[in-house]
């Protein structure tokens, strides 16, 4: 074999192993990019053209997830012009049995224009409702407490389209590696879940800070 014969040779015998490899890695790896980008169709409060944005993955059944409720209300009230909040459904219904209707629940809220405050009713009366086998009557008595639709509420309710848009979530969670709930992300990063509200807005300066 010639010797030029013998270079090529040895640059293709290395080479090929290379970017096969590579090829086998970018397949394996998780694509986390769309799970973190920010739609028109989300739930969002504070400021959408804000530097910074903070998605969180929740459970309305989660008593973790109902903790860091006024931690990040507060958030969104004291940094709302600096913050974007974004909220997304994930229902651990495995150990959660209520939290798909709940998410269902504040879906068909929001057809109303009432996401929120049905997001606030259901944190805050999380006890109330959480191991009731009849939790769909608790809802629908929330939703004549904020001056719904009821009729409307309770079609919307088992709605396809709302089921599917708390699968779409659930889906993007997944594909951004979440675990369980609360998770965070502060601008596309997970992030350790602040222990206090000092550190949450702590978190958040420091984002800003990197980027002004």
């Excluded at 606030?120 to 006890?127: A, E, I, R």
């Excluded at 919307?156 to 089921?163: M, P, Q, R």
């Excluded at 709930?181 to 949450?200: A, C, E, Q, V």
Aim: proline fraction near 5%.
């Amino acid at each position: 074999m010639k010797r030029e014969q013998r270079l090529w040779f040895w640059i293709i015998s290395i080479s090929v192993p290379l970017i096969l490899t590579w090829l086998i890695i970018s397949i394996a790896k998780p694509n986390t990019q769309g799970s973190t980008v920010v739609t028109d169709e989300e739930w969002a409060k504070g400021n959408p053209n804000a530097l910074v944005t903070l998605i969180e993955y929740s459970d309305f059944q989660c008593p973790a997830c109902a903790s860091y409720y006024p931690m990040i209300n507060k958030l969104a009230e004291e940094m709302g012009e600096e913050v974007q909040v974004i909220y997304r459904h994930y229902p651990l219904s495995s150990i959660h049995p209520q939290a798909q209707l709940a998410a269902q629940a504040a879906e068909a809220a929001g057809q109303q224009g009432s996401f929120w405050p049905m997001h606030d009713k259901l944190f805050s009366n999380q006890s109330a409702w959480s191991n009731q086998p009849k939790a769909e009557e608790i809802f629908i008595s929330y939703a004549k407490e904020l001056g719904l639709d009821v009729e409307k509420f309770k079609a919307d309710l088992s709605n396809d389209d709302i089921e599917d848009a708390v699968k779409d979530d659930v889906r993007s969670g997944n594909q951004a590696l979440v675990e369980g709930t609360p998770t965070l992300f502060l601008n596309g990063n997970k992030i350790n879940n602040p222990r206090s509200y000092d550190k949450l807005r702590q978190a958040v300066r420091d984002e800003l800070s990197k980027l002004q």
